[in-house]
């Protein structure tokens, strides 16, 4: 079943593939703006030997993943306290409610004056845009903590270290993993507009510069470069969650944040 | 009425004194890139009227939301059809996996080769960014209908369209939604960049014009708006979410008590 | 009544099911064969895990069995026929929550394409006939499980089935509610003359509600005994649970299913009771 299914899937692929082969070939669009999967491949073999390309997937991947770094730290720590200090979690309810769905690209004008094209140009986009993302998934998943464990905790005598450490963080992992696979797609994605609006180097400012320079095959090439990353990404923090969620005996549905 | 004063409390109090720090701290900056909070404020009326309401956030709002319902229909007609087929599935995913993974704000410069600088390019764009969000998550939910239901609707001879229109959509609407919500965001995403990219009108376009030419506190207005924009679709996303799942609300309160 | 007389309301004939997947070959049903006169409340108990769900969904239509077939009133049954309901176990699964009761129990019949003022006069018939009449506007997940489960109960009445099929409908609710709902059983099976085949893994339950007890064998499955169960028509929880009949007709039962998960075939029947069940046809 399971090999049927991957044969499937691979058939849905080559197809794809073939789709985009024959579509411009067969002048349905003009290959100008849609070039054949042929001439992206060779584009992409093109820039896999150029060291630039290199450079900038580095650049591309410090600026994701420093800012997911600084953005789960934050939203973990901030997520704890919010909700372990007495009413805390009351008082900043509704900050938290104006502040979440402020769209991080509207800090790209204030980003552009204060750091220009600097790497911390990215950063104050993406770490933003994911810190609220595991911030929500830490509280909801304290909010989950069983009442019966936390006062078998108490009537045992553990104190509030202690509480945090063997009763609020295991049950509030697997939470922060769904929001650590969130926000790493986040992350990804404010990366590369940082890149592209702003300039910042990397795979974003690559696809810029292919774009005013009329490359389309190379412009294709990267995005299927980001597509790529974009896949390996949500697949490892896939996986990364599962083993997290392995002993977690609930299946809970995602909150939708 | 105490609870009521005690709530209203404890919703006010922290945004008020955040406002009064931003206020002191910035009361007497001579930093130009971080204007007085006074400047920003008196800046506002000036720079918000409604003739500019009417040529920038009406353009931008409209595209959003032509994106947005196109990218709503499609994603979950598609994903209907996917999610009930298990062997289209099984083609499909892989492809589809990989087309939403793709960041969405590289969809701008390829947009603009096929449908130049225009509003076409900007619904477009909106429109195929926040499509894969929701049609994944249809895709998703109309699969996992409970196998109870399906058995209790064929048993009493619902089906084709009415099982459709009454267990499975309904079925998968918490899924649509989780996917909805998160299409929002693109959405608005990629509203302001493409404005950002190419544009003579916009809340992303005015944004960008105030920073190029260094008017600093109507930039800060601007991003103000941006924010208060998002807010809002936010706040009338939960409106609408909570009337339509309302009943999803109550029976997942229901097993938490009883676990 | 347009069947053959002499012909069963329900006719089970040679039925076996065979699971395949994945290389596995499972035979949960090997074969079956009996009858349920038009009328009729028939319980069917058997050791657990023994196939009971399975033959109840081929005799609804929910499944395709590999061989044999099933008769409603004569007509082989090939896909969910509109004469039959279904009652699950399941109930919380069973109704649908986005749902308020009443529409829960009004939907099969738009499906039947009944006017507008028939289905509410029978929505609310068969609510109160469970005794929900003021529970029409709730959600079902606002409902207490025995409640729920008399919501699925009115859903079915609803439709108007010549041949209702429950298959464990109160295996998940506690033991008073259990007691209230074989007694709604029984007091709308007297009252509206409905054919009734109801499965159980509780032996008590059988001999209490059934006029005849079907006992299946272990997996593979085949008839291992037929009981009349000659109680009164009248039966309450108090006095019949405790007449001197009752627990010879249940230690009966029981001894036959100890036997059915031995593997013993069919024993003759004991001297203590006198059987007068139907041949097998």
């Not at chain 1, 911030?135 to 069983?146: A, E, F, K, R, S």
Request: glycine share 8%; proline share 6%.
């Amino acid at each position: 079943m399971k090999g049927l299914n991957l044969a499937l899937g691979a058939a849905g692929l080559a197809a794809f593939l073939l789709l985009g082969e024959a579509v411009p070939r067969l002048g349905l669009v003009k290959d100008a703006y849609f070039p054949p999967t042929s001439r992206i491949a060779g584009a992409l073999g093109d820039e896999l030997a150029d060291s630039a390309f290199w450079t900038a997937l580095g650049d591309t991947l410090t600026g994701w993943a420093v800012g997911l770094a600084v953005a789960a730290c934050a939203g973990v720590v901030a997520g704890v306290v919010i909700s372990v200090v007495p009413y805390l979690r009351e008082a900043t309810a509704s900050t938290i409610e104006f502040l979440r769905p402020i769209p991080s690209v509207a800090l790209i004008p204030l980003a552009v004056l204060l750091y220009g094209t600097e790497l911390r140009s990215v950063l104050l986009l993406v770490v933003y845009a994911s810190f609220w993302q595991i911030l929500i998934q830490t509280l909801y998943g304290v909010q989950d903590v069983d009442p019966v464990a936390e006062e078998t905790a108490r009537s045992y005598g553990l104190g509030t270290w202690a509480r945090i450490r063997y009763v609020l963080w295991p049950t509030a992992l697997p939470y922060v993993m769904t929001g650590l696979r969130l926000a790493a797609a986040v992350a990804l994605i404010l990366t590369i507009t940082a890149e592209l609006v702003i300039g910042a180097p990397g795979l974003g400012a690559r696809i810029a510069v292919a774009q005013t320079s009329q490359a389309v095959p190379d412009m294709y090439a990267l995005i299927v470069v980001t597509g790529v990353l974009g896949l390996l990404i949500n697949v490892g923090a896939r996986s990364v969650e599962r083993r997290a969620l392995a002993w977690h005996q609930s299946v809970r549905g995602e909150v939708a944040v | 009425m105490r609870r009521f004063l005690l709530r209203l409390v404890f919703v006010l109090t922290l945004p008020a004194i955040l406002l009064a720090v931003w206020w002191a701290a910035s009361d007497s900056s001579t930093d130009v890139y971080w204007p007085p909070l006074r400047t920003i404020l008196k800046t506002f009326p000036d720079v918000w009227t409604v003739e500019r309401l009417r040529t920038d956030a009406v353009p931008s709002i409209l595209r959003l939301s032509a994106g947005y319902a196109t990218a709503a229909l499609v994603g979950v007609a598609l994903g209907t059809v996917i999610g009930s087929y298990r062997r289209v599935r099984a083609v499909c995913e892989p492809v589809l996996e990989f087309l939403r993974a793709v960041p969405p704000p590289v969809l701008v410069p390829v947009i603009m080769l096929f449908a130049g600088i225009g509003h076409t390019m900007k619904i477009l764009v909106i429109a195929i960014g926040c499509v894969w969000p929701i049609l994944l998550n249809t895709v998703e939910g109309v699969r996992a209908v409970d196998s109870v239901m399906a058995e209790t609707a064929r048993s009493y001879g619902v089906t084709g369209l009415a099982r459709l229109r009454h267990v499975v959509l309904p079925s998968a609407s918490p899924q649509i939604f989780a996917g909805l919500r998160q299409a929002l965001s693109i959405g608005i995403i990629l509203m302001v960049i493409s404005e950002m990219f190419a544009a003579s009108n916009g809340l992303g376009f005015t944004v960008v014009q105030f920073q190029r030419g260094f008017a600093i506190p109507d930039m800060w207005t601007g991003i103000l708006v941006l924010g208060l924009l998002g807010f809002l679709l936010s706040v009338v996303f939960q409106l609408v979410e909570r009337r339509v799942l309302g009943w999803y609300h109550g029976l997942r309160a229901t097993t938490r008590r009883s676990r | 009544m347009t069947f053959v007389k002499g012909q069963g309301m329900l006719d089970v004939r040679g039925l076996k099911k065979v699971y395949e997947g994945s290389g596995r070959r499972v035979e949960a049903v090997r074969d079956l064969t009996f009858t349920v006169d038009a009328g009729e409340l028939v319980c069917l108990v058997g050791p657990s895990g023994c196939g009971k769900t399975t033959l109840l969904k081929c005799m609804g239509g929910l499944l395709t069995p590999t061989a044999g077939e099933v008769l409603l009133q004569g007509e082989r049954v090939t896909g969910p026929p509109p004469g039959m309901a279904f009652v699950f176990q399941e109930y919380g699964r069973s109704l649908f929550p986005w749902m308020r009761v009443g529409e829960n129990v009004e939907l099969p019949l738009k499906q039947k394409g009944l006017s507008r003022s028939r289905r509410r006069e029978l929505v609310a018939d068969a609510l109160r006939s469970v005794g929900l009449a003021d529970a029409a506007g709730a959600y079902p997940w606002q409902l207490s499980g025995g409640m729920q489960q008399r919501v699925a109960i009115a859903r079915a009445l609803a439709y108007e089935p010549q041949v209702l099929l429950m298959d464990e409908p109160f295996a998940a609710v506690d033991a008073q509610t259990r007691a209230d709902l074989e007694d709604l059983v029984r007091g709308l099976w007297r009252e509206r003359g409905i054919t009734i085949l109801f499965v159980t893994h509780d032996i008590d339950e059988a001999v209490y509600l059934g006029e005849r007890v079907v006992v299946l064998s272990a997996s593979p499955t085949v008839v291992q005994e037929q009981l009349k169960v000659d109680l009164p028509d009248d039966r309450d929880q108090l006095h019949t649970r405790v007449a001197p009949r009752f627990a010879e007709l249940r230690t009966h039962v029981y001894e036959q299913i100890q036997a059915a998960k031995r593997g013993t075939p069919r024993d003759a029947p004991e001297d203590a009771v006198k059987t007068d069940a139907p041949p097998p046809a």
